[in-house]
């Protein structure tokens, strides 16, 4: 009996990338011209458009062109003056739809940034601190509004230079960013709170039993009942700390995950529904419709699109 061809597996998750995989060729700087801020322009099509993460922050700058953009668990347009900021191994990828025959010269305005240096600096320049709310938004990603034309020219004077004077245009260009307060973050739910380390203790460990198992039934009571509170007063306290009631965080926690398994499995809808701890698939539709504003297999049909034509 002949043999069955092997079946590849589909490549479902995102691309690790790497500094030797950085070749000015590409558009990157070389190493030895840059420091802990790095520029990178490109076009489109290109090898770097894929679905992909790294270490570093990453602000993005769409100048032509429009498409989907995915940011983590996020689907949505982008069209020019599109600004995104994506934290450290935040999966991402932008695929034009309206590409002209040839493809275009200059898509993406990059600029990356590593997490340690600037988080050490802080500890001992207090100017820098206030960019640190930003950076830890950044890990859901951040879509910054009105912001394009501004954008475009604080990237131009942070590329023309080197040194503390590069440094210097970077910081000028987080300080705007840090101020801007028109502004959506894109992928999973954020914790807010501005409370005390025991309060933050607290919500950490509530929110971690949360994700480690989904398919628990949780009831705020019970919660607040372990945590010696009222049911009134945990809800209040929960509000505060997250942005969400508990309900609706429970059911954001379970579709942001439902959206991973929808990436990267072939898992049936109605078996993820169950796994992920909705008790009908009419009611996980409807809460998956209301959060993502899109049924679950219109989710994963789009999510396919964001391997682009670089794989």
């Known amino acids: 009996m002949p043999a069955k061809p092997?079946?590849?597996?589909?490549?479902?998750?995102?691309?690790?990338?790497?500094d030797y995989v950085r070749s000015p060729q590409l558009g990157y700087e070389a190493p030895e011209e840059t420091g802990v801020v790095r520029c990178l322009s490109?076009?489109?099509?290109?090898?770097l458009a894929r679905w992909h993460y790294h270490d570093e922050y990453e602000l993005h700058l769409i100048t032509s062109t429009?498409?989907?953009?995915?940011?983590?668990?996020?689907?949505?347009?982008?069209?020019?003056?599109?600004?995104?900021?994506?934290?450290?191994?935040?999966?991402?990828?932008?695929?034009?739809?309206?590409?002209?025959?040839?493809?275009?010269e200059l898509r993406d305005l990059v600029i990356q940034?590593?997490?340690?240096?600037?988080?050490?600096?802080?500890?001992?320049?207090?100017?820098?601190?206030?960019?640190?709310?930003?950076?830890e938004r950044a890990r859901h990603g951040i879509e910054f509004f009105g912001q394009g034309e501004r954008a475009q020219q604080h990237w131009g004077r942070v590329k023309a230079s080197r040194g503390a004077r590069r440094f210097a245009a970077f910081c000028d260009?987080?300080?705007?960013?840090?101020?801007?307060?028109?502004?959506?973050?894109?992928?999973?739910?954020?914790?807010?709170?501005?409370?005390?380390?025991?309060s933050l203790d607290q919500i950490d460990a509530v929110v971690s039993r949360i994700t480690e198992d989904l398919a628990q039934p949780f009831s705020a009571a019970d919660i607040a009942a372990e945590?010696?509170?009222?049911?009134?007063?945990?809800?209040?306290?929960f509000r505060r700390a997250t942005g969400n009631t508990f309900t609706d965080f429970v059911n954001r926690v379970r579709i942001n995950r439902a959206c991973q398994l929808l990436m990267e499995s072939d898992k049936l809808i109605t078996h993820i529904c169950y796994e992920v701890g909705f008790n009908n698939v009419a009611n996980f539709n409807r809460r998956f419709l209301?959060?993502?504003?899109?049924?679950?297999?219109?989710?994963?049909r789009q999510a396919e699109v964001r391997f682009g034509t670089a794989m």
């Open 173 to 198: 260009f987080l300080a705007d960013l840090a101020a801007c307060t028109d502004y959506r973050l894109l992928s999973s739910v954020q914790l807010q709170s501005e409370d005390d380390d025991a």
């Open 42 to 47: 490109h076009g489109f099509p290109t090898p």
């Open 290 to 300: 209301e959060i993502k504003g899109m049924t679950p297999s219109e989710f994963r």
């Open 227 to 237: 945590l010696g509170m009222s049911e009134s007063r945990f809800s209040r306290f």
């Open 66 to 104: 429009s498409g989907k953009a995915f940011v983590g668990d996020w689907i949505g347009q982008f069209h020019p003056g599109h600004l995104v900021l994506a934290g450290p191994r935040l999966p991402h990828n932008w695929v034009s739809m309206d590409v002209p025959e040839g493809g275009v």
């Open 6 to 18: 092997r079946v590849v597996p589909r490549q479902t998750r995102p691309e690790r990338e790497h």
């Open 113 to 135: 940034f590593p997490h340690e240096p600037l988080a050490n600096a802080a500890a001992v320049i207090p100017e820098l601190a206030e960019v640190l709310p930003l950076l």
